[in-house]
């Protein structure tokens, strides 16, 4: 079967508008080449040795958002439609960089393997190491390998804010924990909380497709037993309060969870928030204080912001 691959060249900020555009337009999922990843895990030490040296040479300067149709008679339309939504981006005051929109055809095995091809082990903290399924690796003393497979629309663990939280995890995960994962994605929190000792760790996601995925990689790392993913609306799905969670969403999720965030979290309970971008910082904080948590870490990474909270002890 053959599929149109459109390409988006914009800047690191409007790669969530941009992604958003082309799921308007009946894509599955995204690919996302972002420099500034790169450029991020050049300054860790202990990532950019486990990533394929040769990938800076492949990506363009700021981010390449791709996306893949199958070719039917009416693509060129949806692609016409896609062009006008990114030229229209700048009207809401959003930088776009070149808004540069191209196509080509491929073939599906092309498309649905192409991007592996630089996805290598990395360690994005001190202890979790996110393993692709394809890979070989042997893991030293006291690390712990996270196998991954994320399929095309979802994380590989790469981007900042996934690192700013699993960062965050090694520090407050511990044993006899009940951890909820909200917006779970492809699982990669909720494994990471299983691996570093949590004893239950309940993942939630609107999204179907993330919720497989996500069960997939449950069982691609044994961790049946205490990871649960459930489809579902935030904390819908929630029945008893947790000693923490974590949430990788986006700035304005983490302040709609605010208000009846301490419904669902123990006394001393930990909050790990990210996906917020540093422009929203003092808002998310904002919030975050109002609900009567107590911000005990905020954490950068280069444009993205992680914040650490704790719910106030028993009266």
Same mark, same amino acid.
């Given at each position: 079967m053959k599929w149109i691959e459109i390409s988006?060249?914009?800047?690191?900020?409007?790669?969530?508008?941009?992604?958003n555009i082309l799921y308007d337009a009946g894509v599955t999922g995204v690919a996302i080449e972002d420099i500034r990843d790169l450029e991020m895990l050049q300054k860790e030490e202990n990532s950019w040795e486990l990533i394929d040296e040769t990938l800076a040479d492949t990506y363009l300067e700021g981010a390449v958002v791709k996306g893949y149709l199958p070719e039917t008679t009416n693509v060129m339309d949806q692609v016409d439609l896609i062009r006008k939504s990114v030229d229209y981006l700048p009207q809401y005051?959003?930088?776009?960089?070149?808004?540069?929109v191209t196509v080509s055809a491929v073939d599906e095995m092309d498309w649905s393997n192409e991007w592996k091809k630089h996805f290598k082990p990395l360690k994005p903290g001190n202890l979790i190491v996110i393993k692709p399924s394809w890979e070989a690796y042997t893991a030293a003393d006291k690390e712990l390998v996270l196998e991954i497979d994320p399929g095309m629309a979802f994380g590989t663990g790469t981007h900042e804010t996934t690192s700013l939280c699993i960062e965050e995890l090694e520090k407050y995960v511990e044993k006899d924990q009940l951890v909820y994962d909200i917006g779970c994605g492809s699982g990669i929190l909720s494994v990471a909380a299983a691996l570093l000792g949590a004893k239950k760790v309940i993942g939630v996601d609107l999204d179907t497709l993330a919720v497989k995925i996500s069960r997939e990689n449950v069982a691609l790392n044994k961790v049946e037993e205490q990871v649960e993913v459930y489809e579902g609306n935030l904390m819908d799905v929630l029945v008893q309060p947790g000693d923490l969670i974590? +949430?990788? &969403? =986006?700035?304005?999720?983490?302040?709609?969870?605010?208000?009846?965030?301490?419904?669902?979290?123990?006394?001393?309970?930990?909050?790990?928030? +990210?996906? &917020? =971008?540093?422009?929203?910082?003092?808002?998310?904080?904002?919030?975050i204080e109002k609900a009567g948590l107590e911000i005990i870490e905020v954490r950068s990474k280069g444009e993205w912001i992680s914040i650490t909270a704790k719910a106030p002890k028993r009266p």
């Open positions: 988006i060249q914009t800047t690191s900020g409007a790669v969530e508008a941009v992604s005051g959003l930088d776009i960089g070149l808004g540069k974590v +949430s990788n &969403i =986006i700035a304005e999720i983490i302040i709609k969870m605010c208000p009846g965030i301490l419904k669902y979290l123990k006394p001393d309970g930990i909050w790990i928030s +990210s996906g &917020i =971008i540093r422009d929203k910082q003092r808002e998310v904080e904002s919030a």
